[in-house]
């Protein structure tokens, strides 16, 4: 239904004894994910600065790094570097998308971005996550996952899955 359906799949994991104060959203600096913002809002979930987001990104060669030989300092230097980068590509895609002037938190670490995600909602523990989907199936699926259906199977917060626009 998630994935082939053309609305908004809200997955609640635990018991609702409040409205949604704060809420994550995984950003991936695609359409989808700006979709997800934007129908998360406009369901009226929290916005502006009770909207936290997160951004995974990946050093490529780090493990080549290590193999070389590269001292921990080096690499950490080199990690430091993309996250910049990663940031202002974030901050760039946001201003780009018109959400660029809020005081919102943003989250930028390096490593798998299911990891990411799931050690973001461990700290923030928002209330609920907010995913856009990429309508993946078959074989491209199979090659590349799905970071959405990772955190839909394993996170115990509420999700709520906006798939892209039809």
């Known amino acids: 239904m998630i994935r082939t359906g053309p609305f908004p799949v809200l997955m609640v994991n635990r018991e609702v004894d409040h409205p949604y104060r704060t809420a994550l959203a995984a950003v991936d600096l695609s359409a989808p994910s700006m979709n997800a913002i934007r129908t998360g809002t406009a369901l009226g979930l929290p916005g502006d600065n009770r909207l936290a987001l997160v951004h995974a990104f ?7 790094m290590f193999y070389a030989g590269l001292s921990p300092d080096t690499i950490d230097r080199n990690v430091a570097e993309e996250r910049l980068r990663a940031n202002k590509e974030l901050t760039e895609f946001l201003e780009a998308n018109g959400l660029g002037n809020s005081e919102r938190s943003i989250h930028v670490e390096e490593g798998p971005p299911s990891e990411v995600i799931s050690t973001a909602v461990e700290q923030l523990k928002p209330d609920v996550l907010i995913m856009g989907t990429n ?21 115990d917060t509420d999700i709520l899955a906006v798939p892209p626009p039809r």
């Open 58 to 64: 990946l050093l490529l060669g780090k493990g080549q």
């Open 135 to 155: 309508a993946r199936s078959g074989s491209t699926k199979a090659l590349l996952g799905s970071v959405t259906e990772e955190a839909l199977r394993s996170l």
